[in-house]
Nanobody, 125 residues
Framework: EVQLVESGGGLVQPGGSLRLSCVAS????????MTWVRQPPGKGLEWISN???????YVEDSVKGRFTISRDNAKNTLYLQLNVLQTDDTGRYYC???????????????????WGQGTQVTVSS
C-alpha cells in the first residue's frame, strides 16, 4: 500500500551527473519531510539531504554544491540531482519519509516512517 520507489541510478564516469527520483504513494506526501540516505558498498548508511514540508532544504557538507534536493508535491515525487560525481559517491541511494517537520540528520532506518528499496549509483571510469 505505502510505497517509495526510487529510480534514476546507473553507471556514470567521474564528473558526470544523474537525477534520482522517488515516487511516493499510499500516504499524504506533502505532509512528510523527505530524506535521501546512501549506503556505500561495505559501509553503513549515510545521511545525505532532506527537504521539509515547507520546502526548506539541508545538504550534507561533503556533497553541498554538487547535490540538489527538490520535491514536486503534485507528482508525489522527490528528486536528487547529482552533479560532478566522484568515485566515493558510489552506493545505493534510498529515500525515506518522516511525518511532519523533521530536521535530525538521522541515517537509521527506524527513525523514519517509510523507506524505499533504493537505486544503485556507480561512479567509475
Amino acid at each position: 500500500e505505502v510505497q517509495l520507489v526510487e529510480s534514476g541510478g546507473g553507471l556514470v564516469q567521474p564528473g558526470g551527473s544523474l537525477r534520482l527520483s522517488c515516487v511516493a504513494s499510499g500516504f499524504t506526501f506533502s505532509q512528510y519531510t523527505m530524506t535521501w540516505v546512501r549506503q556505500p558498498p561495505g559501509k553503513g548508511l549515510e545521511w545525505i539531504s532532506n527537504i521539509g514540508v515547507a520546502h526548506s532544504t539541508y545538504v550534507e557538507d561533503s556533497v553541498k554544491g554538487r547535490f540538489t534536493i527538490s520535491r514536486d508535491n503534485a507528482k508525489n515525487t522527490l528528486y536528487l540531482q547529482l552533479n560532478v560525481l566522484q568515485t566515493d559517491d558510489t552506493g545505493r541511494y534510498y529515500c525515506a519519509a518522516k511525518k511532519g517537520p523533521y530536521w535530525v540528520k538521522d541515517s537509521r532506518r527506524e527513525a523514519y516512517d517509510y523507506w524505499g528499496q533504493g537505486t544503485q549509483v556507480t561512479v567509475s571510469s
